[in-house]
């Protein structure tokens, strides 16, 4: 059973910065994509970013030039650098691992951040 472990959440001011962590139990190569969703209160999850095996990433337009999705092997690893944090970012994030052959999708159980002065 493969068990996604995010860390680093919690309470920043607005403008402030967080890294986000996400280990995995397994070689993260293993994996066709990796990344992070997010769910705010009241509200559908998200895509916040995604990053492939040779880190090709993508983003939500609501958080480009913000957040930096990156990846460490060595380490089983993925990161989600979140800058100029705005109150809207406030959410629960997690981290997801998808496999193409076969299809699923794994979660972490989410680590809360919480933007606010």
């Known amino acids: 059973q493969v068990q996604l472990v995010e860390s680093g959440g919690g309470l920043v001011q607005p403008g402030g910065s967080l890294r986000l962590s996400c280990a995995a139990s397994?070689?993260?190569?293993?994996?066709?994509?990796m990344g992070w969703y997010r769910q705010a209160p009241g509200r559908e999850r998200e895509l916040v970013a995604t990053?492939?095996?040779?880190?090709?990433?993508n983003y939500a337009d609501s958080v480009k030039g913000r957040f930096t999705v990156s990846r460490d092997n060595a380490k089983n690893t993925v990161y989600l650098q979140m800058n100029s944090l705005k109150p809207e970012d406030t959410a629960v994030y997690y981290c997801?691992?998808?496999?193409?052959?076969?299809?699923?999708?794994?979660w972490g159980q989410g680590t809360q951040v919480t933007v606010s002065s």
């Open positions: 990053i492939t095996t040779v880190s090709r990433t």
């Open positions: 397994r070689n993260i190569l293993s994996f066709n994509i």
């Open positions: 997801t691992a998808r496999t193409i052959a076969p299809k699923y999708d794994y």
